[in-house]
């Protein structure tokens, strides 16, 4: 059965550098998210992206962060200059229609 | 805005002892509302979908209904494998999904 993908499962980075959270969405999906969630906290949307832009966005996902489709098949999300607060689990997920399936996650841990 | 709220936020049940979960929503125009198991550490599992009242699913001991307010997952005979977190989330205007904050899961032996 086809499923997410996200690299690297774990991701340690000192306050002020740059990462990027890669992902393969299950390949016939068009449709494509980034969610994140604090320790102990909900789910929470960042963006929808869809025909090489982005479709949605919430307040969380400002200037810091951006996302990308560089080739057929990886979708990413860079966050520039991280923050202590930036420290979460993000999940990566991706959709035909309504139902969004989800990746394993990329815990990131900001020092 | 969307919201999203779960009850019980955690419920210890007895391997075979039947129960449900509960959500409850508010949205402006639901396009789907969705239900998915979380183990600690993972991502969520898809569970069921479902776009109107009164529509059903069922997935081996799991059950789920819906309501124009609200949606409940019933756990038939629960097994210890069962344990998990199980998180509701909506889907309003766009595509984005709005989540509740689970109902944390313990089926004992």
């Known amino acids: 059965e086809p499923e997410v993908t996200q690299t690297p499962s774990h991701q340690v980075t000192q306050m002020g550098q740059e990462v990027i959270l890669r992902c393969v969405p299950i390949?016939?999906?068009?449709?494509f998210y980034w969610y994140r969630q604090i320790l102990g906290q909900k789910v929470e949307f960042l963006v929808s992206?869809?025909?090489?832009?982005?479709?949605?966005k919430s307040e969380i996902f400002d200037d810091q962060f951006s996302v990308e489709r560089p080739d057929g098949s990886n979708f990413t999300l860079k966050i520039r200059s991280t923050k202590l607060e930036d420290s979460a689990m993000y999940f990566c997920?991706?959709?035909?229609?309504?139902?969004?399936?989800f990746g394993p996650g990329t815990r990131l841990l900001v020092l | 805005e969307d919201q999203v709220t779960q009850s019980p936020e955690a419920l210890r049940l007895q391997e075979g002892e039947s129960s449900s979960l509960n959500c409850s929503y508010t949205?402006?125009?639901?396009?789907?509302l969705f239900w998915y198991r979380q183990d600690p550490g993972k991502g969520p599992e898809f569970l069921f979908t479902?776009?109107?009242a009164g529509e059903e699913k069922e997935k081996e001991r799991l059950k789920a209904t819906l309501t124009k307010k609200e949606s409940f997952l019933h756990i038939t005979a629960p097994k210890p494998e069962d344990s998990a977190t199980y998180l509701c989330?909506?889907?309003?205007?766009?595509?984005?999904?709005?989540f509740g904050t689970g109902t944390q899961l313990k089926v004992e032996l």
């Open positions: 997920a991706s959709s035909k229609q309504e139902t969004q399936y």
């Open positions: 390949s016939n999906h068009l449709y």
């Open positions: 992206f869809y025909n090489n832009e982005i479709s949605e």
């Open positions: 949205v402006s125009g639901l396009r789907g």
């Open positions: 479902l776009y109107s």
């Open positions: 989330a909506v889907q309003g205007g766009g595509n984005k999904l709005t």
